[in-house]
């Protein structure tokens, strides 16, 4: 935040642009006067040095509905001109575009006070972006409100002294695998470099989870600003309920700013592509399962797949932590399989390997998630042949793709929470499969069509494994459609206990009602 002495944006900056403001669309509850009053008040008290005229709050039309998101757009280009930039920058899939009437690029956290002491006046609807990588509308853009862009902030800080690292969330994943390199560390987070630091706050799957937990179990502080413009740090000495709700709690308690997490030492991994054609996927489905009976009791081992079902090719990243030269022990049941290729082999560090995966061929994707536990029968076979029976109504689509991504979750994984101060998802000690039912196409007519089968698709599931007595109620949070009640799958009081933090910290309901997007708790 500028000072006043700092304020190099002369006062009639701020006159100008509120003065040209002409639409008239949202209401607000106070009257214009009132309005007016608070926000050149709020200015005052932050050092910004404007005079707002009364014809920007619709002053000689005393009944005149508010337009207030650009009230708010005007005010805060005039407090730091706003990067002439597009709706679509950052965000992978264009099913996720929206139309923000402007967007707010902080470099620095009292740029972030600024913007939520403000809109906490205004009560401008906005999105919050780090990565962009979620695919649904709203969760991180938005239509016809603001949207506050966190890719400026990049920071990246190892402490040899206290084996963490704090991370901006500007940041993708890549971006802090990159910088942890020359000091041979990782942290527990995404598989995929161009993922952002928000996945922390669904849990997060990483490849480092089959022996050190999510994402978020390795969280040691959150700095938060929450609904009143105030940074807080949220850890197990300080506003510990608020650390434990973030762990999976997305966007319902503040904006994070920083993450602080746990480093590891990294030396040299194994691993890369492994391919099959679809005739396999039985033997595939298989070998998941014996993988996980046996394979994952390994904990250096993690694969994840993209079996592709709708273009006959079956992929599997397999990761291996140790300095090896050849397949272990863990991935026989995948080697048993004859491949069409294999890439795999040693790689000086982490960051080299996760270069290497499956390209995106289509411009729109979206998925659905189901969970099941690992059995003794032909389940996973079962599941992945009704996925493809499923996969098989997407010819009608241009560009129709249909990706699987069992993930297998192991109970070392689950269980790594017990000592890291616990988690909001209630998950049970069990081996299970997260179910990332993953779809691509090409044009936005077939939208709607998509999402339908989407939902029939994890419904389809969810029946089979009920009937079969092996369905679990979690829903992870990173792999949900948005249609899926993800934070009561957590259990009623897991979900009651994350309300009472919402209220505690966010007692007037900002990340329940201006930002709409996300998985909400109300």
Same mark, same amino acid.
């Given at each position: 935040?500028?000072?006043?002495?700092?304020m190099?944006?002369?006062?009639?900056?701020l006159?100008l642009?509120?003065?040209?403001l002409?639409?008239l669309?949202?209401l607000?509850?106070a009257?214009? %006067?009132?309005?007016q009053s608070?926000?050149?008040?709020y200015?005052q008290?932050?050092?910004v040095?404007? %005079?707002?005229?009364?014809?920007?709050y619709?002053?000689a039309?005393?009944?005149?509905?508010?337009?207030?998101?650009?009230l708010?757009?005007?005010i805060?280009?005039?407090?730091?001109?706003?990067?002439?930039v597009?709706?679509?920058?950052?965000q992978l %899939?264009?099913?996720?575009?929206g139309?923000?009437?402007c967007i707010?690029?902080?470099t620095?956290?009292r740029?972030i006070?600024?913007?939520v002491?403000?809109?906490a006046?205004?009560g401008?609807?906005?999105a919050?972006?780090?990565?962009?990588?979620?695919?649904?509308?709203d969760?991180?853009?938005?239509?016809?409100?603001?949207l506050?862009?966190m890719?400026?902030? /990049?920071?990246?800080? *190892?402490?040899? &002294?206290?084996?963490?690292?704090?991370?901006?969330m500007?940041?993708?994943?890549?971006?802090?695998?990159?910088?942890?390199?020359?000091?041979?560390r990782?942290?527990?987070?995404?598989?995929?470099?161009?993922?952002g630091?928000?996945?922390?706050?669904g849990?997060?799957l990483?490849h480092y989870?089959?022996?050190?937990?999510? !994402?978020s179990?390795?969280?040691?502080?959150?700095? @938060?600003v929450?609904?009143d413009?105030?940074?807080?740090? !949220?850890n197990?000495?300080s506003?510990?309920?608020l650390?434990?709700?973030?762990?999976?709690?997305?966007n319902?308690?503040?904006?994070t700013?920083?993450?602080?997490?746990?480093?590891y030492p990294m030396g040299?991994?194994?691993?890369?592509?492994?391919?099959w054609?679809?005739?396999?996927?039985?033997?595939v %489905?298989d070998?998941?399962a014996?993988y996980?009976?046996v394979g994952?009791?390994?904990?250096?081992?993690?694969?994840?797949?993209?079996l592709?079902?709708?273009?006959?090719?079956?992929?599997?990243?397999l990761?291996?932590?140790g300095p090896?030269t050849?397949?272990?022990? !863990?991935?026989k049941?995948?080697?048993?399989? $004859?491949a069409?290729?294999?890439?795999?082999g040693?790689?000086?560090?982490?960051?080299d @390997?996760?270069s290497?995966?499956?390209p &995106?061929?289509?411009p729109?994707?979206s *998925?659905g998630?189901?969970?099941?536990?690992l059995?003794?029968?032909t389940?996973y076979?079962?599941?992945?042949?009704?996925?493809? &029976?499923?996969?098989?109504?997407m010819?009608?689509?241009?560009?129709?793709?249909?990706?699987?991504?069992?993930?297998?979750?192991?109970?070392?994984?689950?269980?790594?929470?017990?000592?890291?101060g616990g988690r909001p998802?209630?998950?049970?000690?069990?081996?299970?499969?997260?179910m990332?039912?993953?779809?691509?196409w090409n044009?936005?007519?077939?939208d709607? *069509?998509?999402?339908?089968?989407?939902?029939e698709t994890?419904e389809?599931?969810d029946?089979?494994?009920?009937?079969r007595?092996?369905?679990?109620?979690?829903?992870?949070?990173?792999?949900a459609f948005p249609?899926?009640?993800v934070?009561?799958?957590?259990g009623?009081?897991?979900?009651?206990?994350?309300v009472a933090?919402? /209220?505690? *910290?966010? $007692?007037?309901?900002m990340? &329940?009602?201006?930002? $709409?997007?996300g998985f909400?708790?109300n």
């Open positions: 935040m500028q000072p006043a002495a700092a190099q944006q002369p006062a009639y900056a006159v642009v509120v003065t040209l002409s639409s669309v949202f607000v509850d009257a214009p %006067s009132t309005l608070r926000i050149q008040a200015l008290s932050q050092g040095n404007a %005079s707002i005229p009364a014809t920007a619709g002053g039309q005393p009944n005149a509905r508010l337009d207030t998101v650009s708010t757009c005007g805060l280009n005039a407090y730091r001109d706003l990067d002439l597009t709706p679509q920058d950052g %899939s264009p099913t996720a575009w139309h923000p009437n707010f690029e902080p620095t956290v740029e006070q600024f913007f002491g403000l809109l006046i205004t401008s609807t906005y919050i972006r780090s990565g962009g990588h979620s695919p649904f509308k969760f991180a853009s938005t239509d016809h409100g603001i506050i862009a890719h400026k902030m /990049k920071a990246v800080e *190892y402490n040899p &002294q206290t084996e963490t690292v704090r991370m901006a500007g940041n993708t994943w890549g971006d802090v695998y990159g910088a942890l390199t020359p000091h041979q990782i942290v527990v987070g995404g598989r995929l470099a161009p993922v630091m928000a996945l922390t706050t849990g997060g990483s989870s089959n022996e050190k937990g999510l !994402a179990d390795n969280v040691v502080n959150f700095e @938060l929450l609904a413009g105030s940074l807080v740090n !949220a197990a000495t506003n510990s309920d650390w434990w709700a973030m762990k999976a709690g997305q319902n308690f503040g904006i700013t920083h993450i602080t997490t746990k480093a040299a991994v194994w691993g890369g592509l492994r391919v054609n679809a005739t396999q996927l039985d033997a %489905s070998a998941f014996e996980q009976r994952q009791l390994d904990t250096k081992s993690s694969v994840i797949p993209d592709v079902t709708t273009n006959g090719t079956l992929f599997i990243t990761i291996y932590f090896i050849s397949p272990p022990a !863990a991935f049941p995948f080697y048993d399989i $004859p069409v290729s294999d890439n795999s040693p790689h000086p560090n982490f960051l @390997l996760i290497v995966g499956p &995106q061929v289509v729109r994707f *998925y998630f189901s969970n099941l536990y059995d003794n029968s389940t076979r079962d599941v992945m042949r009704l996925c493809a &029976q499923q996969g098989e109504k010819k009608r689509v241009n560009g129709g793709t249909q990706v699987l991504i069992p993930q297998p979750i192991s109970k070392t994984m689950i269980d790594v929470a017990k000592r890291t998802q209630g998950l049970r000690s069990r081996a299970q499969l997260w990332n039912m993953s779809w691509g044009l936005a007519k077939d709607a *069509y998509v999402y339908a089968l989407i939902k994890y389809k599931v029946a089979l494994t009920k009937q007595g092996l369905y679990d109620p979690y829903i992870f949070l990173n792999d249609d899926q009640k934070l009561r799958s957590y009623a009081d897991k979900f009651n206990r994350m933090v919402s /209220k505690k *910290y966010d $007692p007037r309901g990340f &329940q009602t201006q930002v $709409p997007g909400k708790l």
